[in-house]
């Protein structure tokens, strides 16, 4: 067993093998093992990982040979056996397998992705083979580049995912990887106008700024200070100590070229990115409450310069919206307030559809091709990484969004690990004691239950016919989910003062609490 092979002070390397199984003997046995610098421990096939925030020396070749091919508890509790186990899983049954990396934010599930893909390079055999070797150098270098713009330094983390990732990697009859593919979600757009303090925006920002040539710069109308810029100063956290933007940055420009970006692809990248900075800094104001204007027309020409379109285009549709009403299309003029709204609405949907893009460029340099199909069968590996569960001072719809997605990656870890085990333990008619736990089946369905739950009652309030305001959305959520034992604000409890009257609302997710 995995134990074993460490020794007893290390604890037990499996904790189904505690002699107490509680939360006390749980964490007891982490802590010991943690101390002792093994930061992998078994569930039975599940591998837990604690993040040691520092390098450390477990990933060499000499580890790969030394799990290569082995059965999972031949050797210690590791990352690789869980990768080498679904990779002999593939192989022997020619079926494909998906590994699930869940965990809160800051946890390491991007590092152990990174990890389980560095492996499976390792372990084909693809001497000779310009193009396997070429699908292994681009899965690997992909993480710099999605890295630079979907990862970003929060308070609990200085590299977090600020998108979530699942990623196929398909592999040839002989098990050698020949291609694969990306989808992407929910990527953190908030992030792109506002940060909170002691956070940055997006790496590709500072990057630019630290990285880029003084020529490049002055093209771009940038200058190297990141407190210049309103979008990606307001965290007052512009420099970390752990990154470095100057070398991450000539990183992404080697990974732009090995995907086969071309010149112009890549002068195109930098200049979304710095007329989304020039964006910030465009200022309205009005001489009546119809109509606005932009109060400093030559940052407006140099976004219109970058972007390449027309200057009154850009103008127009910063400062004026189209309205339909009873059949008719006409042109309403914003305030200056609607108009800052609706440029930070802009600024997040380019660098949206600038993401997306760079993923789509992603998976067409190491899409399977047509060759790589004609003999035998083909099987794939999926490797998920999404966000972890999130609480923040101020909570979003996407921290909504992404601690939704948590609970139904807790789920899944329910029904597979716990519930389907029981019962096939019941179908054998083994001998157990059942382990009582917590389904947060009740969460998910307060979050996705048919005209119920929060998404619907959000559904049903922007249906209604004039102005709908978030104290009408509360409102409808206080009436419908009185009884809800998870959901509660300030109407629902008028003692609790953390809650703000006609704002707030709190969830009571399986990981804490969140406002």
Same mark, same amino acid.
């Given at each position: 067993?995995a134990g ?8 037990k390397?499996?904790f ?7 939360? /006390? ?116 270098? &992909? ?9 970003a ?25 020949i291609?694969?593919?990306i989808?992407?979600?929910?990527l ?15 790496? &590709? ?29 307001q965290?007052?956290s ?5 990154i ?12 732009m ?27 309205? /104001? ?9 109060k ?33 299309v ?21 660098y949206?559809r ?23 069968? &083909? ?22 969004c ?20 029981q ?10 004691? &059942? ?81």
């Amino acid at each position: 067993m995995a134990g074993i092979d460490e020794g007893p002070e290390f604890g037990k390397g499996d904790f189904v093998l505690l002699d107490e199984i509680s939360e /006390d003997m749980f964490m007891q046995n982490l802590k010991l093992r943690f101390q002792k610098g093994k930061i992998y421990t078994y569930i039975g096939e599940v591998v837990v990982s604690v993040n040691p925030y520092r390098t450390v020396d477990i990933y060499g070749q000499d580890v790969v040979e030394n799990y290569k091919g082995r059965e999972i508890y031949e050797r210690p509790p590791h990352i690789f056996a869980i990768a080498d186990a679904a990779y002999k899983t593939m192989r022997r049954r020619a079926q494909d397998t998906c590994i699930v990396i869940s965990g809160e934010s800051g946890a390491g599930k991007t590092e152990a992705s990174k990890v389980i893909m560095r492996y499976m390079a390792a372990i084909t055999h693809a001497s000779g083979q310009n193009e396997i070797n070429r699908v292994k150098n681009i899965l690997i270098q &992909s993480n710099a580049l999605l890295e630079a713009f979907g990862n970003a330094k929060t308070t609990r983390n200085d590299n977090s995912s600020r998108f979530g990732k699942y990623m196929d990697i398909n592999f040839d009859f002989k098990g050698d990887p020949i291609g694969g593919h990306i989808n992407n979600y929910l990527l953190e757009k908030s992030r792109v106008i506002r940060q909170q303090d002691g956070e940055r925006n997006f790496h &590709s920002f500072y990057q630019l700024l630290s990285g880029g040539t003084d020529q490049q710069l002055a093209a771009l109308k940038l200058e190297r200070n990141p407190d210049k810029y309103h979008y990606v100063n307001q965290g007052n956290s512009v420099k970390v100590g752990t990154i470095n933007d100057r070398k991450d940055f000539k990183t992404v420009q080697e990974a732009m070229r090995d995907m086969q970006f071309s010149p112009d692809e890549c002068k195109t990248v930098w200049a979304t990115v710095a007329s989304i900075m020039h964006l910030g800094a465009i200022i309205f /104001d009005s001489e009546d409450s119809e109509q606005c204007f932009v109060k400093n027309p030559e940052d407006l020409s140099t976004i219109t310069e970058l972007l390449q379109v027309q200057k009154e285009d850009l103008e127009k549709a910063l400062c004026s919206r189209v309205v339909a009403a009873r059949g008719e299309v006409m042109e309403k003029g914003h305030t200056s307030e609607q108009a800052e709204f609706g440029r930070d609405a802009f600024a997040k949907a380019i660098y949206d559809r600038l993401f997306s893009w760079i993923v789509s460029k992603v998976n067409e340099a190491i899409e399977v091709r047509g060759s790589n199909l004609k003999h035998g069968k &083909s099987t794939l590996i999926g490797v998920l990484d999404i966000y972890g569960f999130e609480i923040f001072d101020n909570n979003s719809f996407e921290q909504f969004c992404i601690n939704y997605c948590n609970e139904k990656l807790q789920q899944l870890f329910i029904e597979l690990v716990l519930k389907q085990e029981q019962e096939e333990y019941e179908r054998e008619g083994i001998e157990w004691q &059942s382990i009582e736990y917590f389904n947060n089946r009740i969460i998910c369905d307060l979050v996705e239950e048919n005209h119920k739950g929060i998404i619907a009652i959000l559904d049903e309030a922007c249906l209604n016919v004039g102005k709908v305001t978030d104290e009408m959305f509360l409102d409808a959520m206080n009436k419908k989910l009185t009884k809800h034992p998870h959901y509660t604000s300030r109407a629902l409890q008028p003692t609790d003062k953390s809650l703000v009257h006609s704002q707030d609302f709190r969830i009571r997710h399986y990981a804490g609490d969140v406002t």
